[in-house]
């Protein structure tokens, strides 16, 4: 089909949708533009865009809240008498798939490190409190050592987004993809949606390109299908995924006892979750609504809810979801064949946009809306789904915001704290000081210990460790 005859039936459907604003300037572009542009529109969902529009643009549209719904079950971190045997056999299980390569790594890394005051992907930060170690480099060594450790490659899969795709894959090149065989990593972008004004129009960043943003990480269920990473996944005989996002240096990617329960219940997709600090506490809330677990957003959970206690005094909504799931490749492959899609999230943010003059501006407040899916929503699709709790102090230190709360000092503080946790676990003495702070830097490097049961058979290779020391382990 010529460039004309595309233009001209491109332009029919974006009138009939009332888009044809973003082919205003069409006739000035040059001829690779234009086919650039016809590209960008024809890789848009002109079918449900009207119902975005209507649904989510042109309205608030929160959640609707059930009429009735529980607090979700859970496996305690550790297991509760009558439950050893139960426990023992997951871990069994876990560490059998694990050595039969039946298990790969999926990092969710397409955010940009804005909030940290980081120019790149926020997979380059820095983070390890002597060697400073970017999150990549920290996730790498991990996956490595647990190849080693298992006798089996271990796949990595990256997603990206457009915003950082082409620094991150230099990254990896430039850092001989962080000790792994290049075969082993298979990076791919996530999907993007149009941003709309208030008005529900598309905008446009330039007269040849429409403004987009990433999906959201709900996104990367189908990005895993579209970009062939599933197929790669059947190919090597993947069948569990161990999804995670990119700012959390604690992620225990390999938890054999999480791989365990998840396979031994047929479960499709499963949750690690904490028990949540406060009622209010900025983390989605597991519940149980018809019969599925669900999680409901923080800002979504009534506070008769949130504040809701049991006898004890505990919450009775405590579990908060952490981004961190173990998700079958054969439930993700079911959800990609028949148009799937997760209910979609408004977002009202400040978005650069062509004005009516071809000029391009930088609002100074909130102009517009972006779309987005989360993972979690898919949990009401599984068929079986099991939650595990971790420890905070074991597997969650996200590193989100300059200073302050998740900022980068928290995260290395809680490093070395589980560092020198597992040592002394082992029975190795440090120092502490009055009010039980560690008082030395420790670094344990993934290739010294993957949990603290690997730390017993090293403690010969631990120094002496004085107050005010830097020592790291590896």
Known sequence: MDLTQNYSQIREKLAAIGQDQIIEYYDGLQDAQKADLLDQISRLDLVRIPEWVDNYVKNEHSMEIPSEFDPAPSYPPTP????????????????????????????????????????????????SPIKNKTLFTVFGETILAASKKYGARLPWYVMTSPLNNADTVKSFEKNDYYGLNKEDVFIFQQGTMPNFDFEGKILLSAKDTIAKSPDGHGGSLKALSDSGALADMAKRGVEYISYYQVDNPLINIFSPLFIGFHAQSGSDMSSRALVKCHAKEKVGNFCIVDGK???IEYSDLPDEYAEKTND?????????????????????EHLN???FALPIHRAVKKIPYLDGSGSLVEPDKPNGVK?????????????????????????????????GDDSPA???????????????????????????????VIEMAPSFALCAEDVEAKLDKVPQMDAGGEYYLE
């Open 371 to 403: 779309l987005e899916t989360f993972v979690f929503d898919a949990l009401p699709l599984a068929g079986e789904s099991v939650i595990l709790q971790t420890l905070r102090e074991e597997e969650f230190a996200p590193v989100k915001n300059a200073e």
């Open 410 to 440: 928290v995260t290395r503080r809680m490093m070395i704290e589980r560092a020198a946790c597992w040592l002394e676990k082992a029975g190795f003495k440090l120092p502490r000081t009055a009010d039980g702070a560690v008082d030395c």
């Open 80 to 127: 509760a008498q009558g439950l050893e045997n139960e426990y023992a056999k997951a871990i069994q299980l876990g560490e059998k798939l694990l050595s039969e390569g039946k298990v790969g790594a999926f990092v969710v890394a397409g955010g940009q490190g804005t909030r940290l005051g980081f120019d790149g992907p926020k997979g380059d930060f820095q983070i």
């Open 312 to 332: 004890d005094g505990s919450l009775v909504f405590e579990l908060g979801s952490i981004a961190i799931h173990m998700i079958s490749r054969s439930f993700v």
């Open 293 to 295: 677990i669900t999680v």
């Open 337 to 339: 064949k028949d148009g």
